[in-house]
């Protein structure tokens, strides 16, 4: 690795979601839903969507119980 990659892989993310950590490496950001986000963060997002559709569902089901 010359000394270009090196103080490449030494600058943080350019994540633009608050209270990021920036621990990545610059250059592999996703962008999701129009915001440039760090692996970290889209993992966060990630984890976020799926619990809130499971929500989702199982208050579906207590409602669809409920109605019953």
């Known amino acids: ?3 270009t990659n090196f103080l490449w892989r030494q600058l943080p993310d ?4 608050p209270h990021c950590s920036r621990l990545g490496v ?3 950001e ?3 839903d129009g915001r440039l986000m760090c ?9 976020r969507r799926s ?3 499971d ?6 089901r207590v409602e669809d119980a ?3």
């Open 14 to 17: 350019k994540c633009s979601m």
């Open 1 to 3: 690795m010359d000394i």
């Open 30 to 32: 996703n962008i999701v």
């Open 39 to 47: 692996d970290q963060c889209h993992a966060i997002h990630l984890l």
């Open 66 to 68: 409920v109605r019953e």
């Open 51 to 53: 619990v809130a559709n």
């Open 26 to 28: 610059r250059g592999n």
């Open 55 to 60: 929500f989702a569902a199982t208050m579906e």
